[in-house]
């Protein structure tokens, strides 16, 4: 409460003589969403139902905008929220408010903000609904640009975790590049040096002082990029500073509690041209997993990224075992972390080629594996986690006619690096669109997964109807018929009009992962009818 009328007084102070400078003109922008689900019993499934078999999540943000002065609220509110969000969402509240000055080469906030270092690994605030993520800082942040040479920023907050911030977690930063090439005048190549340090602060427990942890906490990370002729190069060391990790089912020498210093290294390569693409990521980390708080073991306690890089699926039975990073846990047993990266290719085959023939043709392929470390600090895989193999083919067949394949292979490690027995399944997507008007289409998407392992095999499949712009229909189900013999069916409707969305729907979810940019929670099953709306002003 106390940081809120601080960073309420801040913007208070900066307010009137911003305001001056823009001579009263400016506008305002906002958005609304609320998705809101009745819960039905559903004893085949077990679904689950929140309080009073309704759940609603809802959505107000305003900004304002006048000359280089900009302000904003976000209202939240979860009356309860859906079933399988942190059970930290609750009530209606306030949750971000900001005002900022910005021009071309300085800016100032005061309030709450969203920003990351590098690619993430040492410090990310983010929102994602969809997680239920939000972890914006509450606080004060300032950055100066010189030119395109060098850019310096500095901030100061606490992080959010539920609906306000955490009460007493402390996040000071500095993060700043410079740019070698623009410098020296090379036009064409870029050559820039980044490098973050970030200070983590949370009272200790008395035991776990005794063990050698410290309230506040130092990370850094250094980073260099370079690009030319279509090649980048991005690399990324990260010290992510002392870590307190909860061991209560496995005794250590006799403590409840590891200390653990986490590390993490990046590597991305890729070359784009003619037609062609490749890129390479390989990521090695250990004891990453950074959080809001200590206290909390929600899944909305998150202080940096670590996201899953293997390619990330928009089908639902190719999402049923998704890959999740293992950052290092002692969840069950000791896994300090894992290595492992993917390789992407893409290429197009140009019209009137031979195998690109009128239209063109696109194909891709991405290979991922990760493992476990064989020890701690060490570089050696030890048990496989994932595996991946991935064909995909899009295709302009005529006018009308647009079709997408897609083969993968996935291997994946149930026990999450305790053991080595591994699921493997094989999986084909056939997505097809036919356009027989400009305003008329419909969708088809066909699927099938074979295994030996879990539930055996699976089925699916999609029929959209689309009266552009306004109407879609939508009906799905899909189907395990290796072993359970359950439908999990789905079928809605949604009308646009302007900025105007209204979904409808109804049907059964199984429970599973539910991943956002490579981000997971889990999802209990549940059962009942949808509506989700979304306008913008």
């Known amino acids: 409460m106390k940081r809120a009328l601080l960073a309420l007084l801040l913007c208070g102070a900066v307010a009137p003589a911003v305001l001056a400078q823009t001579d009263g003109k400016g506008y305002l922008v906002g958005s609304f969403e609320s998705n809101s689900i009745v819960y039905a019993d559903d004893s085949v499934t077990n679904a689950q139902k929140a309080e009073g078999n309704f759940g609603t999540n809802n959505y107000l943000k305003a900004d304002y905008y006048a000359g280089n002065f900009s302000a904003g609220i976000q209202m939240e509110a979860y009356q309860p929220a859906l079933v399988g969000y942190p059970n930290n969402l609750e009530g209606a509240h306030l949750t971000n408010y900001y005002m900022q000055w910005a021009d071309e080469d300085f800016a100032v906030t005061a309030g709450t903000f969203y920003d990351q270092f590098g690619s993430g690994l040492l410090f990310r605030t983010y929102e994602d609904r969809t997680l239920g993520m939000n972890t914006a ?23 959010r975790l539920g609906v306000e911030a955490a009460p007493e977690t402390q996040v000071r930063g500095v993060d700043g590049s410079f740019s070698l090439s623009s410098l020296l005048g090379w036009g064409a190549t870029n050559l820039a040096f980044e490098g973050s340090l970030l200070n983590r602060y949370e009272p200790v427990s008395p035991i776990q002082e005794e063990l050698g942890a410290n309230a506040s906490t130092m990370g850094y990370s250094a980073r260099l990029n370079f690009e030319r002729s279509g090649f980048i190069a991005r690399a990324e060391w990260v010290d992510g500073g002392e870590k307190i990790y909860s061991n209560p089912n496995i005794l250590i020498d006799g403590k409840a509690n590891l200390i653990k210093r986490g590390n993490a290294q990046l590597v991305e390569l890729s070359y784009s041209g003619g037609g062609l693409g490749v890129s390479f990521t390989g990521r090695r980390m250990e004891w990453m997993a950074s959080k809001v708080s200590y206290a909390s073991s929600q899944t909305n306690n998150a202080l940096n990224y670590l996201p899953a890089l293997c390619a990330q699926y928009s089908y639902a039975i190719t999402n049923l075992n998704p890959y999740i990073p293992q950052p290092g846990t002692t969840s069950g047993f000791i896994n300090s972390g894992e290595i492992g990266g993917q390789l992407d290719v893409y290429y ?110 699976w089925m699916s499949g999609l029929l959209e109807v689309n009266f552009a712009p306004a109407w879609s229909l939508f009906a799905s189900d899909m189907f395990n018929h290796g072993d359970t013999k359950i439908h999990y069916y789905n079928f809605g409707f949604s009308y646009t009009a302007g900025r105007t969305r209204v979904a409808l729907s109804y049907g059964r979810n199984r429970a599973g992962m539910v991943c956002s940019g490579g981000v997971c929670r889990l999802m209990p099953a549940y059962t009942g009818g949808n509506l989700v709306v979304s306008t913008s002003f």
């Open 348 to 457: 197009n085959f140009r019209r009137g080629t031979t195998l690109g023939g009128k239209r063109g043709m696109k194909v891709n392929l991405n290979l991922s594996t990760y493992y476990n470390l064989k020890e701690e600090g060490s570089y050696v895989p030890k048990t496989l986690l994932w595996r991946n193999v991935n064909v995909g083919v899009e295709k302009q067949v005529s006018r009308k006619f647009k079709m997408q394949l897609l083969y993968s292979m996935q291997e994946y490690n149930p026990s999450h690096g305790e053991g080595r027995g591994t699921w493997l399944s094989n999986m084909v997507v056939a997505d097809l669109l036919y356009k027989y008007t400009p305003t008329f289409s419909t969708r088809m998407e066909l699927a099938y997964l074979t295994t030996f392992e879990d539930h055996k095999d």
């Open 137 to 159: 800082m509450l606080g004060a942040r300032i950055s100066y640009q010189y030119k395109d040479i060098a850019r310096l920023k500095a901030l100061w907050g606490a992080p």
